[in-house]
């Protein structure tokens, strides 16, 4: 980038902060002439002076000098699954049998970095949340690492463990959760370094189960309005999932954050909870009209991009500035053939923001999407079967898709 393209960089950047030339001087001990060199690409800052700049403007230092944000970011719960195949659910008192065990990662964060990178290597990615200083801890980064995926911005609790989730699978293949959030619980946005953030957009969840994100603000609604907002100011897109399995609080903690969305990602039963329509017909079809309502509904809640709502049956995308409604079925597996659905809305979530990075239209958006959803049924952990982005164009050749 050479000294006009940067001049014309910090006076965009100054003036999006709302800041005189000789303002942006006081705060970097300069005179306000040095300043309208720069802005006239005249001079140049010094290198020691980038890393000033690029805090007061709450950018990267590389945005600052190319103007040009990269890769994905994925914040949020970060868990430890130990995954138990037992030979029955026994009665209260009695004695079941563990018959295999295994450990993996789990939680927003690190399954859909994770797939990410297995769908794409060459994209940027940055996992952003909290873990215990333990045993659990440093296997998640463990595996992280070896996907290439930055770890900068996780944090170690002084007195939390890591979160765990303990997933009990009976012979037929049902599974039970028991969910301790550990770290999780102290994650804030006190833990992500804004100004260190170079990506095009990020993706957090789950809203529900980040104890201070979900708390109430006075101004914005909850702390994760505000600090989606904050991250809209610095040109970041925003996405959300959710995950809630109680109705307490729901709205009030869900649609403050709508606002300041660019893209929400929730499966129907989590999107229709907000319109109190029925996601399914009677006969337990997916219920279209409620679908579309609800999406509608969303954008009317401020949500500018992209609506995307996800279930078994089929995918559907709300487009905000067209009003365009597509809909999408699912890839058609033999149920035979399906191992698990643990990290399947990870894995939709993380074929969307491939999509999204990737300018997809909405239709071709959906057909990934779905199409990363369904390759984590092949396996019994979150992340195992994500397969290459070729992979995953492949399956539905072979599958075929369902009938809506």
Known sequence: MDAKSIGTQISKLRRRCSLTQAQLAARLHISDKTISRWESGIGFPEVTQFPALAEIFG????YLMTGERKGIAVAGNILANIVKNVDRYPALGMLGNIT???QAVGGCAPNTAIDLAKIDRNIPLSVIGKIGNDEY??????VLSRYGIDCEQVSLSATKP????????????????FYASGANGEFSPEDVDAHSLNCVVLHIGYILLLDLFDKEDAVYGTVMARFLHDLQEKGIRTSVDVMSDSPLGYKEKVIPALRYCNYAIMDEKESCSLTDLPPTTPDGKINLESIRKTAIFMAGCGVRNKVIIHCKQACFCYDVPTESFTAVPALDIPREEIRGSVGAGDAFSAGCLYGIYKNYDDTRLLEFASAAAASVLFCENSTDGMLDKNQLEK?????????L
């Open 59 to 62: 950018v990267t230092v590389d």
């Open 100 to 102: 295999d065990m295994t």
């Open 137 to 142: 801890g440093r296997f998640i980064l463990s």
């Open 162 to 177: 890591t979160g765990v989730s303990d997933v009990v699978v009976n012979p037929t293949g049902e599974r039970t959760f």
């Open 395 to 403: 399956l539905e050749e072979r599958y075929g898709r369902k009938t």
